[in-house]
């Protein structure tokens, strides 16, 4: 019975760390096929030209791109639109970077999240169950810390080096 148990524990293990380097690969041509369509500019041009602070606008479309595109996808489009519009506004690379950490998460366990569904089948839950929970740990939380990192960032742009 031990070796059935160890056995499986090995190839459940063997086959979520092959699905690791797929999923990265799946992420980044996500991120690539949405970054080359039309729509794409359309959106990083609407965010750009909202009357706010550019790091609002950074945050509200690092926030919106993660719930279009999933988690790690979201945040490669959200370096993207950074490094090739943001950090040319004199918005410091670690200032984006900060602050695209904060917003990656908030949109990322929606209830159609491949991940999240793929999760609680995992666990034998049913999603209008776990959720509840999950939103307050992984949507109200993550928006709050955003909202700090965004107030820090404005008050104090040099916190942003700290660190780099």
Do not use: H
């Not at 990265?24 to 039309?38: K, Q």
């Not at 794409?40 to 602070?53: D, H, K, R, T």
């Not at 820090?152 to 700290?162: D, R, Y």
């Amino acid at each position: 019975k031990k070796i059935g148990s160890r056995y499986k524990l090995v190839t459940t293990a063997g086959i979520a760390m092959a699905g690791v380097p797929i999923l990265m690969i799946m992420n980044n041509g996500l991120a690539t096929a949405i970054s080359m369509s039309n729509g794409f500019a359309v959106i990083e041009q609407f965010f750009q030209n909202l009357p706010f602070s550019p790091l609002i606008n950074l945050a509200l479309i690092g926030t919106i791109l993660t719930g279009i595109a999933s988690g790690p996808a979201g945040f490669l489009l959200g370096l993207e639109v950074a490094a090739n519009s943001y950090v040319p506004m004199g918005i410091s690379a670690e200032a984006c970077r900060y602050l695209l950490i904060c917003t990656f998460t908030i949109l990322d366990t929606l209830p159609t999240s491949m991940g999240f569904l793929m999760l609680t089948s995992w666990a034998g839950v049913k999603v209008k169950e776990a959720y509840p929970c999950v939103f307050k740990v992984t949507v109200i939380l993550p928006a709050i810390a955003t909202a700090l990192c965004l107030v820090l960032l404005l008050l104090f742009p040099g916190l942003a080096l700290v660190g780099a």
